[in-house]
């Protein structure tokens, strides 16, 4: 809202105060003094004061007004909005979504004309996944600056196999208000939730954002905290990106009918499709080969059901190849007693994408579903993806996103137990013999210009 807007609120606000007053001003001083100090641009102190009041009353609607406008002026936007749940009560955050868009449409219409081009997209996210680097360097190839805000860690800290060049400008921001100012050099803002906060944050830089749901972090946990900013963001957001159908259909299940909204699966990029293939194992010794190429670390490893899912096919005499990202000493001492599991030393992308292809199948192997926390349950695995491009069809935990993808597509299948899938190995050669399954798998290159005009209808329906 703009500033005159705000402080006609506050003065009526200051209004109905001294009128429930009466003649004892001490009842609403703190009110009083808060409403004083914001409009002179005392926000630190206005927020003192109104948050003592706000602790003595806080049914009080004109101080949770207030508050909010006063921590957003600071830029404590977390807490400006947590604080709305007093007055939007859990329902569909009507006064957080009537706060965050008046505000953004006011800025907007300062910013004056519409693009002539969409060509500049800054991506905000706590710290880059494999999905932004890949749709990063997509949009890069088809002539888009992509700029990055992340907060916590860059992408070497996390992809050792990418650097910064996807990137044409990197930012490590400090607090939320960085967005606003960094975003002013670009078209629009492709903000990846991991928060969801990101994209709350991001709403108030007044330019067009899209939210990119890489899971929904709602379905992880009990912490109504991420379902109320999941909301917030997805209903919020003048574009949005989901990773898989399914997570899209639960989205609306979740926060009705939204807008603008586009699903891309986690696909690889172009160059990390095989090369050449190679003579299978299984050719050799007529044995079963599995391949699971992915982090195999301390988190994965105290999880039961995950690494049972490996020795359980090595004692059922199923060969089992594991890849990590990283050597660990711990997990490669754990495998060596199973003579039918193959712990590797990592490999680069050129060598993996060519390696996969002398296994029969790829494995996402069970995790305990006691533990949602740390494991994608609306999403579909990158790692899927690479297995598919390397001709081998995937064996996948009975999750409802991986059961609609093999409906509508017979690449692969679901196992409930290490028994279900070794009774279902036979579906799994059977799936092998009828087809390629590495055909007509898309890459995010071929997702770019999808993006693109998901990028383009938002812009020009902003302004």
């Known amino acids: 809202m703009t500033d005159n807007d705000t402080k006609e609120a506050l003065l009526t606000g200051l209004k109905e105060a001294l009128d429930t007053s009466g003649n ?15 409009l002179a641009g005392n926000y630190e102190k206005s927020t003192r004061l109104l948050s003592t009041a706000y602790e003595l009353d806080s049914s009080e609607n004109i101080t949770l007004f207030l ?24 329902s569909e955050f009507t006064f957080a979504n009537a706060f965050m868009k008046k505000y953004v449409q006011n800025i907007a219409n300062n910013k004056g004309n519409k693009p002539k081009e969409m060509k500049k997209v800054l991506f905000v996210q706590d710290a880059p996944t494999a999905r932004s680097v890949k749709i990063a360097a997509a949009l890069k190839k088809a002539g888009n600056r992509v700029g990055l805000c992340y907060t916590k860690s860059d992408i070497k800290e996390n992809y050792a196999l ?17 967005i606003w100012k960094y975003a002013e050099n670009y078209d629009l803002i492709h903000s990846f939730n991991f928060p969801d906060i990101l994209t709350v944050a991001s709403l108030a830089s007044g330019m067009p954002v899209i939210h990119d749901t890489i899971e929904l972090m709602s379905q992880r946990d009990g912490n109504s905290n991420h379902k109320y900013f999941e909301g917030i963001a997805i209903k919020g957001a003048h574009g949005r990106v989901f990773s898989s159908e399914y997570q899209l259909t639960k989205a609306k299940e979740l926060y009705g009918e939204f807008g603008n909204s586009l699903v891309v699966n986690n696909y690889i990029l172009k160059d990390q499709q095989p090369s050449k293939f190679l003579p299978k194992l299984s050719r050799k010794d007529n044995k079963t080969h599995f391949v699971f190429s992915g982090p ?30 990283k050597y660990i000493q711990e997990s490669a001492n754990f495998f060596a007693p199973y003579k039918n599991i193959f712990y590797n030393q990592p490999l680069s992308p050129d060598e993996l994408k060519n390696k996969l292809t002398q296994y029969d199948f790829g494995l996402i192997p069970k995790f305990d579903v006691v533990d949602k926390s740390s494991f994608p349950l609306t999403s579909l695995s990158e790692k899927m993806f690479e297995y598919l491009s390397a001709g081998l069809p995937v064996a ?6 991986y059961k609609e993808f093999f409906q509508q597509d017979n690449l692969g299948l679901c196992y409930d137990s290490t028994q279900d899938l070794i009774k279902k190995i036979s579906v799994l050669k059977e799936i092998n013999r009828k087809r390629d399954v590495s055909e007509g798998i898309k890459t995010m290159e071929e997702e770019a210009e999808n993006i693109c005009n998901l990028y383009k209808k938002v812009v020009y329906a902003f302004y």
Request: negative net charge; charged residues 25%.
């Open 24 to 38: 004892d001003l001490s009842k609403n001083k703190n009110i009083i003094l808060g409403l004083v100090n914001f």
């Open 67 to 90: 508050l909010v406008e006063s921590l957003f002026k600071q830029g404590d936007l977390e807490t400006a909005l947590l604080i709305t749940r007093q007055i939007d009560n859990d």
């Open 162 to 178: 990418f650097d910064d060049s996807i990137f044409d400008v990197i930012y490590n921001i400090k607090s939320y208000r960085e």
């Open 296 to 325: 195999l670390d301390t988190l994965n490893m105290k999880n039961k059901d995950f690494y049972l899912s490996f020795i359980n096919l090595a004692r059922h005499g199923i060969f089992v190849h594991i890849i990590p990202e």
């Open 396 to 401: 996948a935990p009975s999750l409802p996103v």
